[in-house]
């Protein structure tokens, strides 16, 4: 590593350092026989601005109390304002926090893999200043299945991750928050996973406009289609989201999407994935828009398909 890009990374830690904060937790757990006993649970999040945290969703899930906890020891009561299973975010509001600064949230759609990485948090419940790990993009559009769910779109890093992370900022050597640490594979080594900011990004916006996530469903279940997925089936495409299945009464059920359809592409932007798809939607549906035009190849013919939401 060169004496440029360590100074770099130096730089960025202790200019973000102070937005980092440690999240404590208080659960009820209730026993066999009912007695209810408070746990504690620790995670990481970062200031968006001077009031809102962002944190997992599986780090403040079920909590009764939050506790947020700065680099310098304040502590302050967190109210949850909302949060979001499907992307594991949360935000939580924050009164009266003083020497604290907000980061800068990057575009996750511009990463590329092998591109270097810092990660940043609580590890583990260590107080104090964070912990900060240096690594890698090791792919990206990564799925992995967690006790919350199945979890879509993650970026996969080398970066050392640990019991705590969760909620911690990932970010790039511009030091721009790229992604939110949300996962290890227990008994791995140099394998954790980040949901995009771009996605996180999106809970915070249906939260603050809506109160809480509201998300467009189409009423189709997909899986992203793959060249040798293409082969097999005989495909005259192989980027898109294969149709496998759709609700009876859905949106997509009423525009005539059929079980086979390939969903190229949504307003004429391209898809590759899922996850694409369901990020458009979203960010459309903030915008006020309820009428989407899908590009739709079935068979070899192409379609044009307009769904109301």
């Given at each position: 590593?060169?004496?440029?890009?360590?100074?770099?990374?130096?730089?960025?830690?202790?200019?973000?350092?102070?937005?980092?904060?440690?999240?404590?937790?208080?659960?009820?757990?209730?026993?066999?026989?009912?007695?209810?006993?408070?746990?504690?649970?620790?995670?990481?999040?970062?200031?968006?601005?001077?009031?809102?945290?962002?944190?997992?969703?599986?780090?403040?899930?079920?909590?009764?109390?939050?506790?947020?906890?700065?680099?310098?020891?304040?502590?302050?009561?967190?109210?949850?304002?909302?949060?979001?299973?499907?992307?594991?975010?949360?935000?939580?509001?924050?009164?009266?926090?003083?020497?604290?600064?907000?980061?800068?949230?990057?575009?996750?759609?511009?990463?590329?893999?092998?591109?270097?990485?810092?990660?940043?948090?609580?590890?583990?419940?260590?107080?104090?200043?964070?912990?900060?790990?240096?690594?890698?993009?090791?792919?990206?559009?990564?799925?992995?299945?967690?006790?919350?769910?199945?979890?879509?779109?993650?970026?996969?890093?080398?970066?050392?991750?640990?019991?705590?992370?969760?909620?911690?900022?990932?970010?790039?050597?511009?030091?721009?928050?790229?992604?939110?640490?949300?996962?290890?594979?227990?008994?791995?080594?140099?394998?954790?996973?980040?949901?995009?900011?771009?996605?996180?990004?999106?809970?915070?916006?249906?939260?603050?406009?809506?109160?809480?996530?509201?998300?467009?469903?189409?009423?189709?279940?997909?899986?992203?289609?793959?060249?040798?997925?293409?082969?097999?089936?005989?495909?005259?495409?192989?980027?898109?989201?294969?149709v496998v299945g759709v609700l009876p009464g859905s949106p997509a059920d009423d525009?005539?999407?059929?079980?086979?359809?390939?969903?190229?592409?949504?307003?004429?932007?391209?898809?590759?994935?899922?996850?694409?798809?369901?990020?458009?939607?979203?960010?459309?549906?903030?915008?006020?828009?309820?009428?989407?035009?899908?590009?739709?190849?079935?068979?070899?013919?192409?379609?044009?398909?307009?769904?109301?939401?």
């Amino acid at each position: 590593m060169s004496k440029d890009v360590e100074s770099r990374i130096i730089d960025i830690v202790n200019e973000m350092k102070s937005s980092v904060v440690s999240i404590i937790t208080t659960r009820l757990m209730v026993d066999e026989w009912l007695n209810a006993t408070p746990v504690r649970g620790l995670g990481t999040g970062f200031f968006i601005d001077n009031k809102h945290v962002v944190t997992a969703n599986h780090v403040v899930q079920d909590a009764t109390e939050l506790v947020v906890v700065t680099p310098d020891g304040d502590e302050y009561e967190g109210e949850l304002l909302g949060r979001d299973p499907e992307f594991d975010a949360a935000l939580i509001r924050v009164e009266g926090a003083r020497s604290v600064k907000s980061v800068k949230l990057g575009d996750s759609d511009k990463l590329k893999v092998g591109q270097m990485v810092i990660a940043i948090g609580y590890p583990l419940g260590l107080l104090g200043e964070p912990t900060v790990t240096l690594g890698v993009i090791s792919a990206i559009g990564r799925s992995i299945r967690t006790p919350m769910g199945v979890l879509e779109g993650l970026i996969q890093t080398d970066a050392a991750i640990n019991p705590g992370n969760s909620g911690g900022p990932l970010l790039n050597l511009d030091g721009e928050v790229v992604g939110m640490n949300t996962a290890i594979i227990a008994g791995a080594q140099g394998i954790g996973f980040a949901v995009p900011i771009n996605l996180v990004k999106l809970t915070i916006d249906e939260i603050l406009k809506f109160g809480r996530v509201v998300r467009p469903r189409l009423g189709i279940y997909g899986v992203d289609l793959s060249k040798p997925m293409a082969r097999y089936f005989r495909l005259p495409v192989d980027r898109g989201v294969l149709v496998v299945g759709v609700l009876p009464g859905s949106p997509a059920d009423d525009a005539g999407l059929r079980q086979g359809d390939v969903i190229t592409a949504i307003d004429d932007e391209e898809l590759s994935s899922i996850v694409q798809l369901k990020v458009h939607l979203a960010r459309r549906f903030i915008e006020g828009n309820r009428v989407f035009d899908l590009t739709v190849v079935r068979g070899r013919t192409r379609y044009r398909i307009k769904v109301s939401i």
